[in-house]
């Protein structure tokens, strides 16, 4: 436990002392946030705001991993999933600000991008880990065999959680402090349970780098993860969830993340067919700014939604593993 400790504060110290000098370049450079005229009024005054701080998240997780792990296929395969994540969201940071198109990289490039690295995740955990193309349903203490479905359903556990934590990183610090929680809970499963004291080291190395990001993320926030940080922390929690054979169990461990993206889905659905809105704006954490919260009552109380569910969760597992 006592290297777990020793990443995550070194990390977290990393992240506090090249943060200031990033954001005083990023600020020079003028690559600053582009705010959708369509959200909430209040965030025009965010625009011009730091972002891409991905780039700050990602080196100080990087640095003391790298020098402390034992470099294991199960750790190197999650790092390089984040990290492989973070640079698709940094290519696309890149392409709205200084490329400046508003859209970023198209669709079909993400995709295929997503796909590669989906199925190299799914060769490193079936072929040099030994995981079986199974998938536990520890509610109800059953596996079903995928078979060569197995890489099809990474796929959809990466862009789904990706694409998840994008959607939540709408308000200062509350992407990062969800993030930080789940993954608290990933370091109690990989290592009080299952001993994968490598993996717990590199969720060790995340924690640390979030809870340092919000130091300059939270309300009024200096500077913003952008895609770089979202994409990462969310290819970092896909991976995780394949290593630890939890795919399933993330739907409830990310909870936050779900009802995010649940509500944009059933937004769009809504609109579609019945010409109605079901949300005052999604993502549901613009709902509740449009509904008169405060930012500050907004993120705190997320994160407190976001610490039941990964309570919750942690808990089955335990129960699970009896």
Same mark, same amino acid.
């Given at each position: ?21 990033? #954001? ?8 600053? =946030? ?6 909430p ?43 492989a ?23 079909? !490039?993400?995709?295929?991008? !997503? ?38 359903f #990474? ?8 694409s998840?934590?994008?959607? !939540? ?49 939270s ?5 913003f ?19 630890? =054979? ?19 889905? #059933? =937004? ?46 942690? !808990?089955?597992? =335990?129960?699970? #593993?009896?």
């Amino acid at each position: 436990m006592g290297r777990v400790l020793i990443a995550g504060t070194a990390s977290l110290l990393i992240c506090l002392f090249l943060a200031p000098s990033f #954001i005083a370049f990023i600020a020079r450079r003028e690559f600053g =946030q582009n705010i959708r005229e369509d959200g909430p009024k209040g965030h025009m005054s965010k625009a011009g705001t730091p972002t891409m701080g991905g780039i700050i998240i990602f080196a100080s997780i990087a640095i003391p991993f790298l020098i402390l792990t034992a470099g294991g296929w199960e750790e190197m395969a999650v790092f390089g999933t984040a990290l492989a994540c973070a640079l698709v969201g940094f290519a696309d940071d890149y392409t709205k600000i200084v490329k400046k198109r508003s859209l970023g990289l198209r669709a079909r !490039t993400k995709l295929g991008v !997503t796909m590669i690295i989906s199925v190299a995740l799914w060769w490193v955990a079936t072929r040099k880990v030994g995981l079986p193309e199974t998938v536990r349903l520890r509610f109800v203490d059953a596996e079903v065999d995928l078979g060569w479905l197995y890489p099809v359903f #990474i796929y959809l556990v990466v862009a789904g959680s990706t694409s998840a934590v994008n959607l !939540t990183d709408g308000l200062d610090g509350l992407a990062a402090g969800c993030c930080a929680i789940v993954l608290l809970a990933y370091i109690g499963i990989t290592f009080l349970t299952t001993g994968q004291s490598e993996l717990a080291l590199l969720c060790g190395c995340l924690v640390g780098a979030c809870v340092g990001f919000l130091w300059f993320n939270s309300f009024p926030a200096s500077i913003f993860m952008g895609d770089t940080g979202s994409l990462g922390l969310g290819g970092a929690l896909a991976a995780l969830a394949v290593m630890t =054979q939890t795919e399933i169990l993330l739907v409830l461990l990310g909870g936050i993340f779900v009802l995010e993206a649940l509500s944009v889905v #059933i =937004q769009v659905i809504s609109f579609r067919f019945f010409r109605r809105r079901v949300f005052l704006m999604a993502p549901i954490h613009h709902h509740f700014e449009l509904k008169q919260w405060s930012e500050t009552k907004i993120i705190l109380r997320f994160w407190i939604v976001a610490a039941a569910f990964s309570a919750i969760a942690f !808990t089955l597992y =335990q129960s699970s #593993i009896r």
